[in-house]
């Protein structure tokens, strides 16, 4: 588990000025990495400062970086993804982060003020995000106990939670050719789907639209095909944390579930946020994993750490927005439709992963694992459409009296997130967010 260093200290302040806005996501707390291009020009690696783009390469060739271990971790910068960042030695990568740290401090903080490192800040608004890393592969968890009795009470309203789920994390294969950046569109999908009162199948529009608040992380170092990864030793490998929605087809995925899972309701996209907020500046948001009741069983001893248990988990708030084409028209802001936590997850992330690896499945850096819908215990964490409106039963009421079952086209969904802890500076993760299409016209 990464320690808190001086990189977190509350006092400091950068003279970048836009990122000692209290509202800002990007404080000198957190240094972000992402993949950025400006009109034109070849993605490259930079940090998040506020509302600029500290673009490392720019800070390795002007010469602004000392320390052998900043150098190395710089160089692994030199690329159009995070991969050979996120494959570099751990303790590079912080020394990369305790210099950038230093280099964007303002003067009173002990750093050097703006002079020479001007010149290598973007402004964000000239700037194009992109996936982060070339995602090898993509596998989608179920860590919420209140999300899978909540979907597992409509599907099998009296068996709503199978009995495996409080010993095993279950996860399925996602896709990683349909990941997307934040900003970009989804298409409404077609695909099959039986309604009730229906003899055969049809194909079509989904009508059933949604999407999954969850929570991503990044593989870091990965492991040989057929060596697990001890839970002990499941951290070092998470790289950091993104956003992640995973839109899906209620319909189609009803239809389609039994017996292998998720299949093309859920491959047809999935949103990222673009920006990576590394588990070492996450230390201070760790929490205890979720506690398991008397009537609850243990870990299995490969799921099972007092590391894990004192802090594996983390401290992220979850928000769900939604903007519906007439509210941008009316120059509405978007409407919370719910707020969720990482924290109630039943599994951590270093339990998702060591199981992951637990058979001797190789992860590769820059594999992207993600958390499951976060849901907690209130109606109004519900972290899906499917959950939060009981299949449509309770449709959310937007303020302008409109009101949503599922996702129509022309909406918007915004997801962001954030951690705080007294005593510290909050650190936000940017938006993931992406406007749904009309489905593809078809020529039958
Ligand atoms: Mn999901």
Same mark, same amino acid.
């Given at each position: 588990?990464?320690?808190?260093?001086?990189?977190?200290?509350?006092?400091?302040?950068?003279?970048?000025?836009?990122?000692?806005?209290?509202?800002?996501?990007?404080?000198?707390?957190?240094?972000?990495?992402?993949?950025?291009?400006?009109?034109?020009?070849?993605?490259?690696?930079?940090?998040?400062?506020?509302?600029?783009?500290?673009?490392?390469?720019?800070?390795?060739?002007?010469?602004?970086?000392?320390?052998?271990?900043?150098?190395?971790?710089?160089?692994?910068?030199?690329?159009?993804?995070?991969?050979?960042?996120?494959?570099?030695?751990?303790?590079?990568?912080?020394?990369?982060?305790?210099?950038?740290?230093?280099?964007?401090?303002?003067?009173?903080?002990?750093?050097?003020?703006?002079?020479?490192?001007?010149?290598?800040?973007?402004?964000?608004?000239?700037?194009?995000?992109?996936?982060?890393?070339?995602?090898?592969?993509?596998?989608?968890?179920?860590?919420?106990?209140?999300?899978?009795?909540?979907?597992?009470?409509?599907?099998?309203?009296?068996?709503?939670?199978?009995?495996?789920?409080?010993?095993?994390?279950?996860?399925?294969?996602?896709?990683?050719?349909?990941?997307?950046?934040?900003?970009?569109?989804?298409?409404?999908?077609?695909?099959?789907?039986?309604?009730?009162?229906?003899?055969?199948?049809?194909?079509?529009?989904?009508?059933?639209?949604?999407?999954?608040?969850?929570?991503?992380?990044?593989?870091?170092?990965?492991?040989?095909?057929?060596?697990?990864?001890?839970?002990?030793?499941?951290?070092?490998?998470?790289?950091?944390?993104?956003?992640?929605?995973?839109?899906?087809?209620?319909?189609?995925?009803?239809?389609?579930?039994?017996?292998?899972?998720?299949? %093309? @309701?859920?491959?047809?996209?999935?949103?990222?946020?673009?920006?990576?907020?590394? *588990? &070492?500046?996450?230390? +201070? =948001? $760790? !929490?205890?994993?979720?506690?398991?009741?008397?009537?609850?069983?243990?870990?299995?001893?490969?799921?099972?750490?007092?590391?894990?248990?004192?802090?594996?988990? %983390? @401290?992220?708030?979850?928000?769900?927005?939604?903007?519906?084409?007439?509210?941008? *028209? &009316?120059?509405?802001? +978007? =409407? $919370? !439709?719910?707020?969720?936590?990482?924290?109630?997850?039943?599994?951590?992330?270093?339990?998702?992963?060591?199981?992951?690896?637990?058979?001797?499945?190789?992860?590769?850096?820059?594999?992207?694992?993600?958390?499951?819908?976060?849901?907690?215990?209130?109606?109004?964490?519900?972290?899906?459409?499917?959950?939060?409106?009981?299949?449509?039963?309770?449709?959310?009421?937007?303020?302008?009296?409109?009101?949503?079952?599922?996702?129509?086209?022309?909406?918007?969904?915004?997801?962001?997130?954030?951690?705080?802890?007294?005593?510290?500076?909050?650190?936000?993760?940017?938006?993931?967010?992406?406007?749904?299409?009309?489905?593809?016209?078809?020529?039958?």
């Amino acid at each position: 588990m990464a320690a808190i260093n001086e990189t977190h200290d509350p006092a400091l302040r950068s003279w970048v000025e836009s990122a000692n806005d209290p509202a800002t996501d990007f404080p000198i707390q957190n240094l972000p990495f992402g993949v950025f291009s400006r009109a034109g020009g070849e993605p490259r690696v930079g940090v998040a400062i506020g509302d600029q783009i500290l673009d490392v390469t720019a800070c390795l060739e002007a010469n602004l970086l000392e320390s052998d271990a900043a150098f190395a971790a710089a160089e692994a910068c030199r690329s159009t993804t995070l991969n050979a960042l996120m494959a570099a030695d751990r303790l590079s990568v912080s020394g990369l982060r305790l210099e950038l740290s230093r280099l964007l401090r303002d003067e009173e903080s002990g750093g050097p003020g703006a002079r020479a490192t001007a010149a290598v800040l973007v402004p964000m608004a000239e700037a194009r995000m992109h996936v982060p890393a070339d995602i090898g592969d993509y596998t989608d968890f179920y860590a919420s106990i209140d999300h899978a009795t909540n979907i597992g009470k409509m599907f099998r309203p009296d068996n709503p939670l199978l009995p495996n789920y409080r010993h095993v994390p279950i996860g399925y294969h996602g896709r990683a050719s349909s990941i997307v950046a934040s900003g970009a569109s989804v298409r409404r999908p077609l695909g099959q789907t039986k309604p009730a009162d229906a003899e055969t199948p049809v194909f079509g529009p989904t009508k059933l639209l949604d999407y999954e608040a969850e929570v991503g992380f990044f593989v870091a170092g990965g492991n040989r095909r057929g060596e697990p990864i001890p839970i002990a030793r499941a951290e070092d490998h998470i790289f950091g944390f993104c956003l992640v929605n995973d839109w899906s087809a209620r319909d189609i995925q009803a239809w389609e579930y039994q017996p292998l899972g998720p299949f %093309l @309701a859920k491959n047809f996209a999935t949103t990222v946020s673009p920006w990576v907020v590394t *588990a &070492e500046a996450l230390a +201070p =948001f $760790r !929490v205890p994993a979720r506690a398991r009741g008397a009537d609850e069983p243990a870990p299995l001893p490969y799921l099972f750490s007092p590391g894990n248990e004192e802090e594996g988990g %983390l @401290a992220l708030t979850l928000d769900v927005l939604l903007l519906t084409e007439r509210m941008r *028209a &009316e120059s509405a802001e +978007p =409407f $919370r !439709v719910s707020r969720g936590s990482l924290a109630d997850m039943y599994w951590t992330p270093a339990q998702m992963l060591a199981h992951h690896a637990s058979n001797g499945c190789n992860l590769r850096p820059g594999d992207l694992l993600a958390s499951g819908t976060v849901s907690g215990s209130s109606e109004d964490s519900r972290g899906c459409l499917m959950e939060r409106t009981s299949r449509g039963a309770n449709p959310v009421a937007l303020p302008n009296g409109e009101e949503r079952r599922f996702l129509q086209d022309g909406d918007e969904v915004v997801m962001r997130g954030c951690c705080r802890r007294i005593g510290f500076v909050t650190i936000g993760f940017g938006e993931c967010r992406g406007i749904v299409e009309p489905a593809v016209e078809r020529s039958h």
